[in-house]
Structure formats: structure tokens, C-alpha cells
């Protein structure tokens, strides 16, 4: 892609830095950026904004930078930082030029940074599970006097209810746990019916709305709260022209496929597929899982089985991230291991392609001897790479556990989801979404054990 036709206003400005000695001359962030041909920009790592999915880069606020490199012709390069006052430091003490994250707009902060003029308007919203009849209890913040709504202590949420509470004239029953939990963890349980009421930010909400589509977030709980991408103060070039982007891109199709992958596309394949056509056939491509499971010395059924938890074995399905075919492998990680994106949808070549990674995975963890302990931790990482499973095993041995034994590992998968554990120094890999990996592990070894029991081979 070129540069923005808009960028043009600063050609100038860069043409008479360059007739200069550089000696004395004092260049603006924009141009640094320009001529160091690298734009550097820190975020969160959350589902909303950055986080690695099987090995490839992703996130809302991530892909948008990407985008905005690009139209700058630059590359870009991406930190993470565990709070919004850490990134802010990083940003003035230069060591980034942009934070990539809607940071809250308040006076406050406007002596610290100058916002982006593109406005994120978010708002809080209840989170409830749809009755029988796909309808909810609770419309409005009067229905939820003598009800519990559970938060985390001493959040933006916990403080917001209190006010709510206050408004309404009391009755609401404030549940409050502690920061090992966080606003999507209490968002699981609310889909699971572990607890009955949460509160997060609408964004959020929309996100794992897509993965969980027995509960509802329509009923809002505050007025809109402005955020925005900041920059350094006085970065007035650098501000406009991101400004200027982001109005320029509003009604383009990248950024309404990026809203719509992120917020509003289903993650998960409805579950009343048939799990096997007979007794003595799983699917139609059971040939191929004998051929290729032998490569690895694993059982058939047991490819079968991740082929029908990526898929639901049709050939052309395409996920939500971009994994394609059969066993859902990525375009990257399908190259690698020998075929291209014209060969991605072959159900042979697919299938050849996803043993030869789980043999370089089974490899990574030869040293766990007893097989089927090996094999759930292969398929954690074909779920969500070797590295957050990595991070993982480093978290278990660092409060107690075996980092060799699932049944510890997985608790610290899990955990991966929470700040607490994200950021803790040990973790390289940032936040995971480690409900999902856990269950894709159970979900394919219980359905593995119900081939074994019902098929005939």
C-alpha cells in the first residue's frame, strides 16, 4: 500500500531537514518515525488488544497498528506493558511513540499526553445468561435490587456499582472477589451458571459475547466513557496524521473486517454435529487419519478426533483468526511444514501438514515419558502454541506444581488469562484466553476415549 496521500503535508518540513547539517536541527516524532523506517507502539496484552494466537501476532488495537504502519510505510514494532501508567512512562520517557490502547480522557490525563481525535465510546454493561425463553431478567438497574452481581474488589466496575447502588437507593448484593480474578474470568461463570450477574466495559462484553452465546449484554449500566490512542505531548504531527488516518479509514472494508473478526464473529462451532457417522466410520476421511497417524505413532482416532474439534471435518472451514482446513492450521504454520495456500483446503495435504507439526511439538516435550501425559500437552500446544504452554509449565514450577504433569500445568493455562499471571516475570508469551485451550485438550480426549469405545476398527 503507499503512503497516505495525506502524509504529504510534512514532505517539506522533511526535505528541509534535509538540506540541513544535521547539527542543530531538531526533528519532529513523525519525521524520526519516517526516517528510522519503524514505528514503535506499546499496548496491553488482552483479548481487546494484543495477544499470540498458535505462534501469529493478533488483537484489535494490534492489527490497527499494523494497518497504520503500513499506510506509513513503515515497520512496526510492538511492547507490552502490564497497566496504562506503565505505557504512558514508556511513552515519555520515549521509549515508544505511540499507545496503541484506548486510554480513558479525562484532564487529568490530558496534562500527560495529547489524545488521538478518534474517540472510543464504551459503556458498562450488566452481563446476564438468557432464560429458556432466550429472554433476560434484569432490564435496567432497578431489577437488580436483592440480586448478586458479583465483581472484582476495589475495580472500576466495583466502584461504579457502589454508585449505582447509591442511586437506586440500595438493594443491590455487591459480591466482591479477589484480583486473581478479572471481568472475563466472571464473564465464564456467568455462561457457565456459576454465578448469576457481572459488569464489564461493552467491548469486552461484545468479544466474549462471540464465545459464549447463551448470554446477553444489552442492559447498560453507565453513560459512555471516552478513550482514545495517545501520544507524547506536543507530538502534534504525529497526532494529526494519526487522526487524519483513522478518519480516512472509517468506512473502508480492513477496518469493518476488523471490528467484525474481533467483536462480532462467532468463535465456536455449534456442538450438535454428529461426532461419527457409524459404528464403523468416524468420517470421510478416516483413510487419511490411519495413513497419517502412523508418522506419528499415534492411534487414528485420535486425529480424528482433532479434526472434528477444529472443523467438524469440513475440508473448507475458516476460523474466526484464519485457520484453514481440516485440522485449522494456519497459513504460516502450513507453509512450514510444505504446503501453500493453494494446497491448504486438500484434505490429504492438510492433514500431512498438521502430523508433521504435531511431531515437531511431540519432539519439544520427548522428555515426558509416559505417552498420554505427552499428548495433552502436544495438543495444548497445537491449540495454543509451544510458548504459552511453555509459560505455563514455567508459572506451575514457580508456585509448587509439576511443570511435567497436566493436571498441574493446565490450572496455570488457565491462569494465564488473569494480569496476575500474564505479567508475572517468568511468562513470555502474554495473555491467553486459557479456558479454551484446557477445554480443547478435555473436550478431544473424552471424545478420543468415546471413539476407542464405540468404533470399530
Not at 504502519?69 to 505511540?98: C, F, H, R, W, Y
Not at 425463553?133 to 435496567?140: G, L, T
Not at 496455570?412 to 488473569?418: E, G, I, N, S
Request: hydrophobic share 35%.
Amino acid at each position: 500500500m503507499k503512503k497516505l496521500k495525506w502524509i504529504w503535508f510534512c514532505l517539506p518540513l522533511l526535505f528541509a531537514c534535509v538540506s540541513k547539517s544535521d547539527q542543530g536541527v531538531r526533528y519532529s516524532d513523525l519525521e524520526k518515525i519516517l526516517m528510522s523506517d519503524t514505528l514503535h507502539v506499546v499496548t496491553l496484552s488482552r483479548s481487546t488488544s494484543y495477544f499470540d494466537y498458535k505462534g501469529v501476532e493478533m488483537g484489535y488495537e494490534y492489527e490497527l497498528a499494523q494497518q497504520l504502519a503500513k499506510s506509513l510505510g513503515v515497520q512496526l514494532k510492538v511492547s507490552t506493558a502490564p497497566d496504562v501508567a506503565q505505557m504512558i512512562q514508556m511513552l515519555n520517557n520515549k521509549e515508544v511513540d505511540l499507545v496503541a490502547y484506548p486510554v480513558t480522557i479525562s484532564n487529568e490525563m490530558k496534562n500527560h499526553v495529547d489524545f488521538v481525535d478518534h474517540e472510543y465510546r464504551t459503556k458498562q454493561v450488566l452481563i446476564q445468561r438468557r432464560n429458556k425463553q432466550r429472554r433476560v431478567d434484569v432490564k435496567e438497574a432497578m431489577d437488580l435490587i436483592g440480586l448478586e452481581v458479583y465483581v472484582v474488589e476495589n475495580s472500576k466496575y466495583h466502584k461504579h456499582l457502589i454508585n449505582v447502588d447509591d442511586e437506586i437507593g440500595g438493594g443491590i448484593l455487591i459480591q466482591t472477589v479477589s484480583n486473581e480474578e478479572n471481568e472475563e474470568s466472571l464473564i465464564e461463570k456467568v455462561s457457565k451458571g456459576e454465578i448469576p450477574y457481572t459488569v464489564a466495559d461493552d467491548n469486552i462484553a461484545s468479544i466474549n459475547k462471540t464465545y459464549y452465546n447463551n448470554i446477553d449484554i444489552s442492559t447498560v449500566l453507565s453513560h459512555s466513557q471516552r478513550s482514545a490512542w495517545v501520544v507524547r505531548r506536543g507530538s502534534t504531527e504525529l497526532r494529526d496524521t494519526i487522526s487524519h488516518w483513522f478518519n480516512d479509514i472509517q468506512g473502508n472494508f480492513t477496518y469493518q473486517y476488523l471490528h467484525r473478526k474481533y467483536f462480532e464473529q462467532k468463535k465456536k462451532y455449534a456442538k450438535d454435529t454428529p461426532k461419527y457417522i457409524n459404528s464403523k466410520k468416524i468420517s470421510n476421511f478416516d483413510p487419511l487419519f490411519k495413513k497419517y497417524a502412523a508418522q506419528i505413532d499415534w492411534d487414528w482416532k485420535l486425529l480424528a478426533s482433532i479434526a472434528y474439534q477444529e472443523s467438524r471435518f469440513n475440508p473448507d472451514a475458516k476460523s474466526w483468526a484464519g485457520a484453514l482446513g481440516l485440522m485449522q492450521l494456519m497459513p504460516a504454520t502450513a507453509l512450514r511444514f510444505g504446503v501453500d495456500s493453494a494446497g491448504i483446503s486438500n484434505p490429504e495435504l492438510n492433514i500431512k501438514a498438521a502430523v508433521k507439526y504435531l511431531t515437531n511439538v511431540d519432539g519439544a516435550f520427548r522428555y515426558i515419558e509416559d505417552d498420554e501425559e505427552r499428548t495433552k500437552f502436544v495438543l495444548a500446544s497445537y491449540n495454543a502454541g509451544v510458548g504459552h504452554v511453555r509459560d505455563a509449565m514455567a508459572l506451575a514450577e514457580k508456585h509448587g506444581k509439576s511443570p511435567d504433569k497436566w493436571s498441574d500445568v493446565r490450572i496455570f493455562v488457565r491462569m494465564k488469562a488473569k494480569p496476575e499471571f500474564f505479567n508475572d516475570p517468568v511468562v513470555r508469551h502474554g495473555y491467553l484466553r486459557g479456558e479454551e485451550t484446557d477445554e480443547f485438550v478435555s473436550e478431544i480426549m473424552l471424545r478420543y476415549r468415546e471413539y476407542n469405545d464405540v468404533i470399530i476398527d
